[in-house]
């Protein structure tokens, strides 16, 4: 390390004194690679800054780079000040844009940079101009009464109306954060109507930022709302995703208590546009569509149900996002698609991620309460993954399983029952077991096996986890009412252990039960049964 940085001293060195512009644009890229990795250059800081005063822009950059990354820039700064007060006057637009920069990167140095500050906001350099606005709003961060003597905040509000598109962003946005202890950037209606004309002129990221800021006008009235509704037209359709969802969320804020009855039309423009980019656009960006029609799927899904096949997992899809399409997917099934989309969900139920498994057993058992032809897909395909030798998959399907309802299922209901017979000692997670617990306390009152895989849990209900002992105390309570003779003996096993045991919330629980039963069982059972 050392005698790498007294190899480079000695080239800086040579750099300086002998006029080789080759020679210098190597060593100078050698500064800049080791500046990108972070390495800490500060023992070269002399020889570093006099490139300040080279005409070479690629020299003067990484001189500049070098004094805004250092961790203590405040000797640099000083070292600099000459440099950079010259530059700030200098012909090129460049060297004054970057010099203005600088000054206010470090904080002892940008005292002397305000009186170079106003007369740039003014530069005839739409560049300059730029590297101004950014500076004040560096500038509050530091010294924010500077600001207030100068009067920028006034200065940036005129420059709402300069010809450079990107200038105007930049300051809607400094002035959004020099008055954010006032609530932010203040936007009357002059203001709104002349950015709402100049939007064409912004580029996509300008559109966003001139969008946002315009939601912090509220308008007066109903035509006026309306004439704001009409200037978004052509961006609630537009190619770019962030553009579209920015305009809706204008749209949206204001119609607000005026126009609401256009909501489910823009609702429909904005999707005609949005489901085409879900087919095609990368995984970010189809979760921020998702998110966007996650919020309106309850309250109007005819506008996504046509297209409810694009919510089908693609193979190269993320856990995550496929979980997300399950969610969407299954708020979109109706009577008329449910077979479809019962048969597509089947197909996720052994992904290789368990969780996107674990979502698509639960979608789909969540469908087969609500439609017997999900429910005929779940007793001929679903069932049969009981026998499989993947014990995981087999617990992520007994799990999903016991929330089915069984109306009019009894031999479907005692397959299930048997299966756990059968599986109970597999299972080793915590919503597994309380799941099997849960479903033998509701379903297995008349299957006479319900008993022995209770007293299996029991046997080793200490060392069993608080969730578990919570649901195991519930169903032998729930089933001693159905079965007293055959549960007495398992019930007093259960209380006594957990009315000893060391978490409170457990321990309580215990207790309430053994008090109820013991004053009054038929006021306890019409508590505990809910009848």
Known sequence: ???????????????????????????????????????????????????????????????????????????????????????????????????????????????????????????????????????????SRFYPTIVDELDLTDKLYAMIRDQDPIVVVQCLHILDEVLESEGGITVNKKIAWYLLKQLPA??????????????????????????????LDAYLTSNNVAVQLSAFALFRHTIRGRLDHLLREAIGQVWSKLSIQLSFSAQEMAWNILDWGEEFLLDYPEVFRPRYRLFYCRFSDSPALKRKKLAVLQSLVDKENVSEAADEILGYCTDLDRDVCRCALQTLVSLANQ??????????????????????????????????????????????????????????????????????????????????????????????????????????????????????DLLGTVLTALCKDSNPFVRAQANWYYVALLHNVATSKQIVLGS
């Not at 106003?118 to 350099?125: I, K, R």
């Not at 439609?371 to 069932?383: G, K, N, T, W």
């Not at 059968?422 to 006479?448: M, N, P, Y």
């Open 371 to 488: 439609h017997e032809v999900a429910c005929e897909v779940v007793r001929s395909r679903v069932l049969p993954l009981l026998d499989v030798s993947d014990e995981v998959l087999v617990t992520e399907v007994l799990c999903a399983l016991c929330a089915l309802r069984f109306d009019k299922s009894g031999s479907f209901q005692e397959r299930i029952l048997e299966t756990v017979m059968q599986r109970k000692w597999s299972l080793t997670s915590v919503d597994a077991k309380c799941g099997v617990i849960d479903f033998i306390s509701e379903h297995g009152q008349d299957f006479a096996p319900s008993v022995y895989i209770l007293e299996d849990y029991a046997a080793s209900i200490e060392e069993e986890d608080e969730p578990v002992k919570q649901s195991l105390l519930g169903a032998t309570v729930k089933m001693f009412f159905s079965r007293p003779s055959e549960l007495q």
């Open 202 to 231: 912004f580029h996509s990221w300008g559109v966003i930022g001139v969008l946002e800021c315009l939601k912090k006008y509220q308008p007066k009235t109903s035509e006026e709302a309306l004439m704001i509704v009409n200037a």
């Open 1 to 139: 390390m050392q005698t790498e940085m007294s190899n480079l001293a000695s080239l800086l060195d040579k750099a300086c004194t002998v006029s080789d512009a080759s020679n210098t644009k190597n060593v100078i890229r050698k500064v800049h690679l080791l500046l990108v990795k972070g390495r800490d250059l500060t023992p070269l800081t002399g020889r570093i800054v006099k490139f300040l005063s080279s005409q070479d822009i690629l020299a003067k950059k990484v001189a500049c780079l070098f004094i805004s990354r250092l961790k203590h820039p405040q000797d640099a700064g000083l070292l600099a000040i000459n440099s950079l007060l010259k530059d700030t006057k200098d012909p090129n637009p460049l060297y004054r844009g970057l010099a203005l920069n600088t000054l206010f990167d470090v904080p002892s140095t940008m005292e002397q940079g305000v009186p170079r500050l106003v007369p740039a906001l003014e530069d005839n350099s739409a560049y300059v101009r730029r590297a101004a606005v950014s500076c004040c709003g560096k500038l």
